[in-house]
């Protein structure tokens, strides 16, 4: 009998350490809010699927909460009683004391200090930030460039486009290979790396096999190989999984009815930023290619059924739409372990996964390369 290269990798690294123990971490979260208007701060975490909420009075600019994990874990701020609110301030419980400073109302910008993993938490989001300043500086110059029909400029910026992913992976990378023991490594790996465009499997076993046995039967480690099995299924090549959700009529729509036509599956949300801004990159492909056979189905992770309508009609997004309106729990973007928005799949003529992750100009260059001008 054969065994794939996935099944054994992961098998092995179960094996190789189960029933690894954590002494739970009791915790004193001390923060102060300066220029604030709420008069309470939530705490939340996810543990086995199911939200956690706690809260505190802010009193004199000051609040203290006090609480057990029962092992190194993500938590996140909200003025809201919602895990889901934006914004949020999300950050490692690693040690016993935590301190918080928010000024203004900033919870994007809050200052907190606890332990190395946190630390190292930091340091990633810092990274990506920038990464994410100079991906926005590109998507300039490129529209810019459309605009001027310059094409040597624009082809010069697809590949500049392309250096910045690898960039992108290669530091990542780097990082989960000096930590293989770090809870923020596995949830690096289950955040970002189905998110780089085309990732192979092969890749993601690469990254996988970094971490550290022991490390593997933690909740991060546990997600990061579940990461590793949901991009398998839906790696380039094979054929995508049927699914069917309802539109905002409530009449269901099987992705098997777009048969014969190249589909880009589009998962986004009204309330968020990126996905607005990645939006106009969708329009001008959809217009230009959608009498060639090319269509658009979006996936809307929304639990607000009039914002979501809102939105599809002031971003002019004429395709087809879908949501149950369950948020970060709507049932496609969880069987297609979907973490973060904006992410797209694009299927061909037979429903076979020929990309993933299309983002500005890079969903044009594709669709150039299966349609020509």
Same mark, same amino acid.
């Given at each position: 009998m054969k065994i794939s290269a996935i099944s054994l990798l992961v098998a092995l690294l179960i094996n190789a350490f189960n029933g690894l123990a954590q002494k739970p971490i009791s915790f004193t979260i001390k923060g102060t809010v300066k220029g604030n208007k709420h008069k309470k701060i939530y705490l939340h975490h996810k543990w086995n699927n199911n939200f956690f909420t706690d809260s505190a009075i802010i009193k004199n600019n000051a609040f203290v909460i006090k609480g057990t994990t029962p092992e190194i874990n993500m938590y996140?701020?909200?003025?809201?009683?919602?895990?889901?609110?934006?914004?949020?301030?999300?950050?490692?419980?690693?040690?016993?004391?935590?301190n918080v400073s928010i000024n203004e109302d900033s919870l994007y910008n809050a200052r907190i200090k606890a332990g190395k993993e946190q630390e190292y938490y930091a340091t990633y989001v810092s990274l990506m930030k920038k990464f994410g300043v100079q991906q926005q500086q590109l998507y300039q110059k490129y529209n810019e460039a459309v605009q001027r029909n310059d094409?040597?400029?624009?082809?010069?910026?697809?590949?500049?486009?392309?250096?910045?992913?690898?960039?992108v992976k290669k530091t990542l990378k780097d990082m989960i290979k000096a930590h293989p023991n770090s809870p923020v490594s596995g949830y690096i790996i289950y955040q970002e790396f189905n998110n780089n465009p085309n990732i192979s499997v092969s890749e993601l076993e690469e990254v996988v096999s970094y971490l550290d046995p022991k490390f593997l039967n933690t909740k991060f480690g546990k997600l990061a190989q579940q990461?590793?099995?949901?991009? &398998?299924?839906?790696?380039?090549?094979?054929? =995508?999984?049927?699914?069917? @959700? $309802?539109?905002?009529?409530? /009449?269901?729509?099987? #992705?098997?009815?777009?048969?014969?036509?190249?589909?880009?599956?589009?998962?986004?949300?009204?309330?968020?930023?990126?996905?607005?801004?990645?939006?106009?990159?969708?329009?001008?492909?959809?217009?230009?290619?959608?009498?060639?056979?090319?269509?658009?189905?979006?996936?809307?992770?929304?639990?607000?059924?009039?914002?979501?309508?809102?939105?599809?009609?002031?971003?002019?997004?004429?395709?087809?739409?879908?949501?149950?309106?369950?948020?970060?729990? &709507?049932?496609?973007?969880?069987?297609?372990? =979907?973490?973060?928005?904006? @992410? $797209?799949?694009?299927?061909? /003529?037979?429903?076979? #996964?020929?990309?993933?992750?299309?983002?500005?100009?890079?969903?044009?260059?594709?669709?150039?390369?299966?349609?020509?001008?």
């Open positions: 996140w701020f909200t003025f809201e009683n919602n895990p889901n609110a934006l914004p949020n301030a999300p950050f490692f419980i690693d040690q016993s004391d935590i094409g040597s400029t624009i082809t010069q910026l697809q590949s500049e486009f392309a250096t910045l992913n690898e960039n990461k590793l099995m949901q991009i &398998n299924g839906t790696s380039i090549g094979k054929k =995508i999984m049927e699914f069917v @959700q $309802n539109d905002p009529n409530g /009449k269901p729509v099987n #992705i098997r009815d777009f048969e014969g036509k190249y589909v880009l599956i589009d998962f986004w949300a009204s309330w968020c930023g990126p996905c607005r801004m990645e939006n106009p990159y969708v329009v001008a492909a959809y217009n230009k290619y959608k009498d060639k056979g090319f269509t658009v189905l979006g996936v809307s992770l929304d639990q607000n059924k009039n914002a979501w309508l809102k939105a599809i009609e002031k971003d002019n997004l004429t395709w087809t739409h879908v949501s149950d309106l369950k948020g970060w729990s &709507n049932e496609v973007a969880q069987a297609f372990g =979907i973490s973060s928005i904006p @992410q $797209n799949i694009l299927i061909d /003529k037979q429903g076979i #996964i020929i990309a993933k992750n299309l983002r500005g100009p890079s969903l044009e260059a594709k669709l150039k390369e299966i349609f020509g001008e």
